[in-house]
Nanobody
Framework: DVQLQASGGGLVQAGGSLRLSCAASGFTFDNYAIGWFRQAPGKEREGLGCISSSAGSIYYTGSVKGRFTTISDSAKNTVYLQVDSLKPEDTAVYYC??????????????WGQGTLVTVSS
């Protein structure tokens, strides 16, 4: 079974950085897609970006463009979300999700448990 473990969240001051990790098991990185999402209190879930073996990195929302970067480490079966220049409005639970069958960023059906990022002003 495909399983994901997200980690790396925490409390950070505005302007700071974090590197979130999504450790994957149950598939290899020669054919994969892993995306990042977040959900702030009282708000709908928001897609941030996805990295796949077929399409590289894509980003969904302009609010994180230039500040968030997806990085893949196939040796560790881990995808990272590097988050820089953090703002208080980036406070949310961050989730990673994977395509259990291949490399489609439109089929991210397996979810990790989420990691909380809190940005103080």
């Amino acid at each position: 079974d495909v399983q994901l473990q997200a980690s790396g969240g925490g409390l950070v001051q505005a302007g700071g950085s974090l590197r979130l990790s999504c450790a994957a098991s149950g598939f290899t990185f020669d054919n994969y897609a892993i995306g990042w999402f977040r959900q702030a209190p009282g708000k709908e879930r928001e897609g941030l970006g996805c990295i796949s073996s077929s399409a590289g990195s894509i980003y969904y929302t302009g609010s994180v463009k230039g500040r968030f970067t997806t990085i893949s480490d196939s040796a560790k079966n881990t995808v990272y979300l590097q988050v820089d220049s953090l703002k208080p409005e980036d406070t949310a639970v961050y989730y990673c999700a994977a395509d259990p069958f291949g490399s489609s960023c439109s089929r991210l059906d397996v979810w990790g448990q989420g990691t909380l990022v809190t940005v103080s002003s």
